[in-house]
């Protein structure tokens, strides 16, 4: 294939093929040109850190200075200062992991100061044993690690308004952020209680002032859930659910207990406020939406996004991030003009299931208005709707499981809007 | 498989199938059995902080107050306060991933503060067009992400000692962590500067107070090098080389040359300090060691090792860290009667190349003694010899590149031991 073929667009709007970085180089025409004569002194320059010996080591460290721009946005309630969120950055993070003092939070009444030698997780209800353990117990259980997102029920519910909103990515849809989890599969601990054959749910309870409390149905929590201990390699924070957490990779966040302190196996959902008054749902047929858990296929670019501005005509590098609570990511599409053609991204490798998927894909700007999009495919052949199909499906006047795809319309001089197109 | 053959073992000293926590369910006698007459009042203790409102949202998170015992070990010279190392608590953590803040040390004048609007990176030498690029240059760049640990060719040093020393394991393998890196590939800019034919080398310079310098053959600079900007998620911290870092997968610490400013394209190696008076050694043979880049497969058990006290009989879960600078791991095998008999660890995935690879093992401990080993193989065939083999080859007094078989004696009390065996 010759350059000038290389640089056919596979799309509209100036999408190139995936594998072309790939392959070679490309003269991004960013860096300064430098004669001969002017090199010499360009070498010499040593900026003021160089000058003197630096910072000491650190026993933990923290974030540069310069980066006090990139935290978590908090949104709390003035009339209970622990109930509300905080939102991760994604527009400000590459990768695929959130690190951990950037993963978002939703807190009922705020965040316990949890003595581990205190805490104990007990296990009861319709079980033959009922089972009580403290956290030295449970560090002798076998574990597993596993990457997974979670998404709160709750994000993007700003799409849903009738005015597209004009914030930066992170403040809108980031209520979703992805860790490893290590800790214990729940069925080793479960069996140990000898479940009784009627208990068909779970009941998980968190040791926060709210008594934060989901019902789980028990065959997810034979499946895949974890009584993760660590995230990210250290023992998890504890804003993140210090020190035990109930991991269901795919679902909501909601049902992610943090603080866990009781697991009641029941024949029945126990109905809590969190899953009648809020993450239920009524349909333009009449008919409510509960227990719908599974957070489905979902992208978003974050780079370029609201917030950004393209300074120069050239190439870019569109980035994103998929993920499904079905399990992989098989496809990203990445529409340059509003979604009349279509290019499909690269995805990084390694691909997981219920995992943040990051994807990128090179585009050439030379100041034509487009509007970006993307759209995921998961393994079960399910793919992101456009707004007004999930709008048609759900209603006006939504709040939860938004994860229609987002546009956003670059301008002639190079700012992005957020759109419904 | 009935229950008693899934609990003979497949090597000596109790290990069992790798497969056992997999399939089914076992006793691990920890938790407490809780009577019906005394459950209720089980269920109806509430710890103190359910009683009262919790902390508020946080813009970046930090650890619980109850894990301030895992931190970075520091290690300074007091002549020379910014140079030393710190050392990852790997005896403290789980999973894959190393966070940030605890990622190792090593640096030589401190820790610089860099101004990223102010940082350049030069590319000059042998090419045919000199480059300078601001940070802003650089992010608009094609990025890759890519997870690979980075061990300094002095990690394990101590295990050159004639007695073995007794410490955290953290503190004398710690100088090796594991994180997601993204940023630019390196092959994209070299080819942009145009480099010369006989260009061989490329020295990194690094912008602290030292003015680090490495040379790195130019094969392995257009191979899988990148010029990282973000790590875990988001930009880099200062003291892993903010705001750009040279990441070299798979070879020693020294090359991936942290607040990188000037790539210098040369016929040569530079020579540099850390290529000559270190980072070198003089074999059995008189003949020395130099250049000795990549790090070859090793492994540790972490947990249990030096520091923890087995306190009960019963069921453990034996796990450990394994990696390899030429590729993947393909196969951990772990031995509890000091290297008479092995069997083969479960290996967590996704299994990387040149990345920490998360290996467990199921153990019963009768209070019989142990002597507790693991050894890695890579997908070269490459087998992580023991201590004795490793000194007859690179002799009794060698400084980097220890990469031997570590062993943990326990005691018929549970007490656990380095030993050389």
Same mark, same amino acid.
């Given at each position: ?16 093929d ?6 070679r ?9 430098i ?18 010996p630096g ?8 974030? %540069? ?9 908090? +949104? ?9 969120? =905080?939102?991760t ?13 950037l993963?978002? $939070? ?28 403290s +956290?030295?117990?449970?560090?002798r259980?076998?574990?597993?690690s ?6 709160c ?10 005015e ?15 860790? $490893? ?29 709210? +008594? ?7 065959d ?17 924070r ?29 024949a +029945? ?15 333009? =047929?009449g ?15 974050t780079?370029? %996004?609201y ?11 569109? %980035? ?6 079905? &399990?992989?990511?098989?496809?990203? $599409?990445v ?6 053609s ?27 208005k ?6 995921a ?12 199909v999930?709008?048609a ?14 546009s956003?319309?670059? =301008?002639?001089? &190079? ?7």
């Open positions: 294939m010759s350059k000038d073929q290389e640089f056919l667009p596979v799309a509209g709007g100036g999408l190139l995936r594998r072309l970085f790939l392959k180089s490309l003269s991004f025409s960013t860096a300064v040109l004669a001969p004569n002017v090199l010499a002194d360009t070498e010499d320059t040593r900026s003021a850190w160089m000058q003197k910072a000491p080591f650190s026993n933990y460290g923290q974030p %540069s200075p310069y980066e006090q721009a990139t935290i978590r946005w908090t +949104m709390g309630n003035s009339m209970a200062p622990g109930n509300g969120v =905080s939102w950055p994604l527009h400000k993070l590459e990768g695929m992991i959130t690190p951990s003092g993963h978002f $939070e939703r807190h009922h009444n705020g965040v316990p100061k949890i003595d581990p030698k205190q805490h104990k997780l007990l296990i009861h209800g319709l079980v033959n044993q009922s089972l009580v353990f +956290m030295d117990d449970l560090l259980y076998p574990m597993q596993c990457y997974c997102f979670i998404e029920g709750g994000n993007s519910n700003a799409a849903w308004r009738s597209p909103i004009q914030t930066e990515l992170g403040y809108f849809h980031g209520m979703a952020s992805c860790s $490893e989890w290590t800790g214990i599969p729940l069925r080793l601990l479960l069996a140990e209680a000898h479940v009784k054959g009627r208990a068909k749910w779970l009941i998980a309870e968190g040791a926060d002032a709210a +008594m934060m409390n989901i019902s789980l149905p028990l997810k929590a034979f499946d895949d859930c974890i009584l993760a201990i660590y995230q990210n390699g250290e023992r998890i504890p804003e993140h659910g210090y020190p035990l957490r109930l991991i269901v990779p795919g679902w909501e966040g909601v049902v992610n207990v943090k603080w866990l302190r009781r697991l009641h196996l029941s +029945m959902p126990t109905m809590a406020r969190n899953e009648t008054a809020k993450y239920t749902e009524l349909l333009p =047929s008919k409510a939406r509960q227990f719908s858990f599974v957070m489905e296929a979902k992208s978003l670019i780079q370029p %996004s917030g950004y501005k393209l300074e120069q005509h050239g190439l870019y590098q569109i %980035s994103g991030l998929a993920w499904s609570g079905r &399990g992989k990511i098989v496809k990203v $599409e529409s340059a003009d509003g979604g009349k279509w290019a499909e991204a690269e995805l990084q490798s390694p691909v997981l299931a219920k995992c943040f998927t990051r994807f990128r894909l090179p585009w050439q700007w030379q100041g034509q487009a509007v970006l999009k993307s759209r495919t998961d393994e079960t052949g399910y793919v992101q709707p456009e707004r007004d999930l709008l499906e759900r209603g006006e006047h939504g709040y939860f499981h938004y994860n229609a795809i987002v956003w319309e670059v =301008s002639a001089e &190079g700012g992005i809007r957020h759109v419904y197109a």
